[in-house]
């Protein structure tokens, strides 16, 4: 019997994870900053997209102190974050064929610029379509996923494949599949989701990558700051107009 309180246990399991995507995911991370160094460098745009609660770690790296200015949330509607009522109007609109070959078409990416695709199972129509698209458009294609489902579940899609198979490169969130960390006695579901805690450092540890990639090719890293510190605000008005043309969300 485990005499930790939820709370340790919890915490415990997200450090446990933490550790295996720093130990694991290592080379597909420094991969993962270097696409985004070359991509920058190149005057290149970011995006990111997630649908439902897998677009929180995407718009986490925007418009955000210490991150890059040019990265972008690809926005879907319906899909961003928890927007819709009911919200399992947002779990069908990811199996929706089409939908993220228009959205993709109707956005200002093109090729040479970069998106990341986050998606935890990676077996839905949307993230599918998504990654093989922005392919097929000259992007290159990052899966941000938990390679699990691949191995213990059925793709929910025409094509039979998982986000993984569509991508240049993929980052392993090692979240099990129904993303759950704890059971207890008398509770009958699992409980106690880890995946965007997860997922949202797996993020910032690219990002972190990223800007010193560029800062060892001799290119300034277009970072923001904290619009709350001395300064800050100047700053980023710089870094903004100097950046104009990659950034959509200003």
Same mark, same amino acid.
């Given at each position: 019997?485990?005499?930790?309180?939820?709370?340790?246990?919890?915490?415990?399991?997200?450090?446990?994870?933490?550790?295996?995507?720093?130990?694991?995911?290592?080379?597909?991370?420094?991969?993962?900053?270097?696409?985004?160094?070359?991509?920058?460098?190149?005057?290149?745009?970011?995006?990111?997209?997630?649908?439902?609660?897998?677009?929180?770690?995407?718009?986490?790296?925007?418009?955000?102190?210490? $991150?890059? =200015?040019?990265?972008?949330? +690809? #926005? @879907?509607? !319906?899909? /961003?974050? &928890?927007?819709?009522?009911?919200? %399992?109007?947002?779990?069908?609109?990811?199996?929706?064929?089409?939908?993220?070959?228009?959205?993709?078409?109707?956005?200002?990416?093109?090729?040479?610029?970069?998106?990341?695709?986050?998606?935890?199972?990676?077996?839905?129509?949307?993230?599918?379509?998504?990654? $093989?698209? =922005?392919?097929?458009?000259? +992007? #290159? @294609?990052? !899966?941000? /996923?938990? &390679?699990?489902?691949?191995?213990? %579940?059925?793709?929910?899609?025409?094509?039979?494949?998982?986000?993984?198979?569509?991508?240049?490169?993929?980052?392993?969130?090692?979240?099990?599949?129904?993303?759950?960390?704890?059971?207890?006695?008398?509770?009958?579901?699992?409980?106690?989701?880890?995946?965007?805690?997860?997922?949202?450092?797996?993020?910032?540890? @690219?990002?972190?990558?990223?800007?010193?990639?560029?800062?060892?090719?001799?290119?300034?890293?277009?970072?923001?700051?904290?619009?709350?510190?001395?300064?800050?605000?100047?700053?980023?008005?710089?870094?903004?107009?100097?950046?104009?043309?990659?950034?959509?969300?200003?």
């Amino acid at each position: 019997m485990d005499d930790r309180s939820p709370a340790d246990r919890y915490l415990t399991a997200a450090v446990a994870l933490l550790e295996r995507v720093r130990d694991e995911e290592a080379a597909a991370v420094a991969a993962a900053g270097r696409a985004i160094a070359d991509t920058v460098a190149a005057g290149g745009r970011l995006f990111a997209f997630g649908a439902g609660h897998s677009s929180l770690p995407a718009q986490d790296t925007v418009y955000r102190a210490g $991150g890059l =200015a040019v990265m972008n949330v +690809l #926005t @879907v509607p !319906g899909l /961003t974050g &928890v927007d819709v009522r009911p919200a %399992t109007l947002g779990s069908a609109l990811e199996r929706v064929e089409g939908l993220a070959a228009t959205v993709l078409d109707a956005s200002p990416a093109a090729a040479g610029d970069l998106l990341f695709v986050i998606s935890l199972s990676g077996r839905n129509t949307l993230p599918v379509e998504m990654a $093989g698209h =922005a392919r097929g458009l000259g +992007l #290159t @294609v990052i !899966g941000v /996923t938990s &390679v699990a489902y691949a191995a213990e %579940t059925t793709p929910r899609n025409a094509s039979g494949t998982f986000l993984k198979d569509h991508c240049d490169i993929v980052l392993d969130n090692k979240i099990a599949v129904g993303d759950a960390e704890l059971t207890a006695e008398g509770v009958a579901a699992p409980f106690a989701p880890a995946s965007t805690v997860v997922t949202s450092a797996l993020m910032q540890a @690219v990002m972190a990558t990223a800007a010193t990639a560029l800062a060892d090719r001799g290119v300034e890293p277009p970072l923001l700051r904290s619009g709350n510190v001395d300064g800050g605000t100047e700053w980023n008005a710089r870094v903004i107009e100097e950046n104009a043309a990659r950034i959509f969300w200003h």
